[in-house]
Structure formats: C-alpha cells, structure tokens
C-alpha cells in the first residue's frame, strides 16, 4: 500500500468536525443507539469476566461497523442499529481485523505490566489501606509515592498507542493493508504530519467533553457519535487517492494541497 497521505492546515481540524455533525443529523438516534450498543460490548466484561476476549476482540470489528455505517450515510442509504455488525461479514477482511485485534491486546497487556511497574509503589499504598486511614491521608500518601516522571513516561506510551491504532484500523479495513506493523506506522506518521488539524480538533473534542461534565456527562451520547464519525471523514481525507504530477517530484508521503478536506463516497 502507498505510504502517501495528504497535510492539512490547523483549521481542517474544525472542519471535520463540522462534517461529523452534518452525517450525524441525517439519523442522530441510530448513531446514539450504535454507541450504545459499543459501550455495553465493552463493559460486558464487569458483569461477565469470562467475555473478556470477546469484547476485546469485538472492539475492532464494531469500530469498523460504526465506520461503513458512515459510509453508508455519505451515499444516500439508511442505516440501522444491525449496520454496526456488517464488519463481521465482509470477507477478506476479518482476519486482518482479528490480528490487529491481537496487536491491540499486545500492546495493552505492556501497558497494563508498565503501569504496574511505575506505580507500584502506589498501588502497594491501596491494597494496605485501612479503614482507620482518612481518604485524605490516603490520596496524600499515593500522590507523595508517584513520580512526575514517570506519569508522563506513561501518557506518552498511552498516547503513543492511540496514535497508532487511530488511522490503522480504517487502513486495514478501508484500504486493505495486510500488514498491521505497516498500518501502525503509516498512522503515526499522520499524526506527526498532520498534527496541526488533528490537534485542534482533538482539543475541540476535549472541550466539549469537558463542557459535559456539569450536566452529568449526558451530552456524551451526542459528542462521541460526532467524534467517531469526524474522525472517519479526517481518515478519508488524509488517505484520498490523488494523482501525482509527473512534472513535480514525488514527494514521500505528503501532499500540501489546500483541498477541502471533504470526501464523498
């Protein structure tokens, strides 16, 4: 798969949001439902830990489901709360799914072992609590025992993480990469690139969430159907086919163009 992908301005970051918002209004309640219906997967574990692996292992599968449903949105069709199991069909495509599934599971099981390391001074402080020790003391005792170090050693190998598996998902899917490594550099090579419009929208999203907080997180239900579904759009706008100008060098991976950011399928 060709490693080119197009750089956008800091201000696409809002379009793209923008995008999401319109997509969502054409069947908002469908897109509440399917998030939903992602977040019970997810938690199905708390109530049934032997579905662990199920839902881990499902995770890739109703992402990319939630993304053909976008798709299927910018060509005219209704959608429904069944168009989040479509992934689970398309043949040739879950294999690759399942192994990126399999590299997710890798890379939290270290981050889970790292976490422990780091802070296992503090972990150590909650296990020992006694009922006699006042929450106060107990936070005081917890925030002394960890480093600023290493939680910011551990933000950037989470955040690490969240770039790699962003755009690597819709390039395996969508486009066919069978090599997952691949994947996951092409995706953190976006955001380095691209790193300007995806930051201002990634702060944009933070400040909404951050404005849902007083109101008791319900906004939520709208404001992550909008994320999923712009970040789709950012994904089909980076990774737009375009031509290249025989006259002009080839560039390696990037095209400065100064396109609308706006892809209909």
Do not use: C
Request: positive net charge; glycine residues 4%; charged residues 10%.
């Amino acid at each position: 798969m060709s490693a080119k992908f197009r750089v956008f301005k800091a201000a696409m970051g809002v379009q793209w949001l923008k995008a999401g918002w319109e997509i969502f209004k054409t069947q908002p309640m469908t897109f509440i439902v399917m998030h939903l219906f992602m977040i019970a997967v997810a938690l199905l574990p708390l109530a049934m830990p032997p579905l662990q692996l199920l839902a881990a292992f499902s995770a890739p599968f109703l992402t990319a489901g939630f993304y053909l449903a976008v798709l299927s949105k910018q060509q005219g069709k209704t959608i429904s709360l069944a168009s989040i199991l479509a992934a689970f069909s398309a043949k040739g495509r879950r294999l690759h799914l399942f192994r990126l599934g399999l590299y997710q599971l890798g890379v939290v099981i270290l981050l889970t072992w790292g976490a422990g390391i780091l802070f296992e001074e503090a972990l150590t402080i909650m296990e020992n609590a006694s009922p006699q020790q006042s929450p106060e003391q107990l936070i005081s005792a917890i925030l002394a025992s960890i480093s600023m170090t290493d939680v910011l050693l551990f933000v950037v190998a989470h955040s690490l993480n969240m770039m790699a598996f962003a755009y690597a998902l819709p390039l395996v899917f969508f486009r066919g990469e069978k090599r997952i490594v691949t994947a996951l550099v092409h995706s953190l090579q976006v955001f380095f690139v691209n790193m300007a419009p995806l930051g201002v929208y990634s702060l944009l999203i933070g400040i909404l969430i951050a404005a849902s907080i007083p109101l008791s997180m319900v906004p939520l239900l709208v404001i992550m159907p909008i994320a999923y579904i712009s970040f789709f759009v950012s994904f089909q706008a980076i990774f737009m086919p375009f031509e290249v100008n025989p006259n002009e060098p080839e560039k390696s991976y990037s095209n400065t163009s100064s396109d609308s950011g706006r892809f209909d399928a």
